[in-house]
């Protein structure tokens, strides 16, 4: 059984800073791509930035020069630097992870966090 766990959501005023982690746990053999996502209700979950095992990244347009995602590989885990946060950030944000265990792969998906960004 792998577990991610997320950490680091919160309310922030428009224009803050917050940086969002994900740690994956269990029985894990290596991680292929990490990610991050968020929803507001009533609408799809949507990609906000990947980033591949050799550390390619890519971004939702909205997100471009102002979120960064990063991983630690010997950690497990995975960050997303939101910076110049807006209103419309707001949003539960999950992490995905792309794990393989004892050579099959699952996706995995963490309980989610929330970021509130007010005017």
């Known amino acids: 059984q792998v577990q991610l766990v997320e950490s680091g959501g919160g309310f922030v005023q428009s224009g803050g800073s917050l940086r969002l982690s994900c740690t994956a746990s269990?029985?894990?053999?290596?991680?292929?791509?990490m990610a991050w996502y968020c929803q507001v209700p009533g609408k799809q979950r949507e990609l906000v930035a990947i980033?591949?095992?050799?550390?390619?990244?890519n971004y939702a347009d909205s997100v471009k020069g102002r979120f960064s995602i990063s991983r630690d590989n010997a950690k497990n885990t995975v960050y997303l630097q939101m910076n110049s946060l807006k209103p419309e950030d707001t949003a539960v944000y999950y992490c995905?992870?792309?794990?393989?265990?004892?050579?099959?792969?699952?996706?995995?998906w963490g309980q989610g966090t929330q970021v509130t960004v007010s005017t």
């Open positions: 995905k992870a792309i794990v393989n265990v004892m050579g099959r792969t699952y996706q995995y």
């Open positions: 980033i591949t095992s050799d550390g390619s990244t």
């Open positions: 269990g029985r894990i053999s290596s991680i292929n791509d």
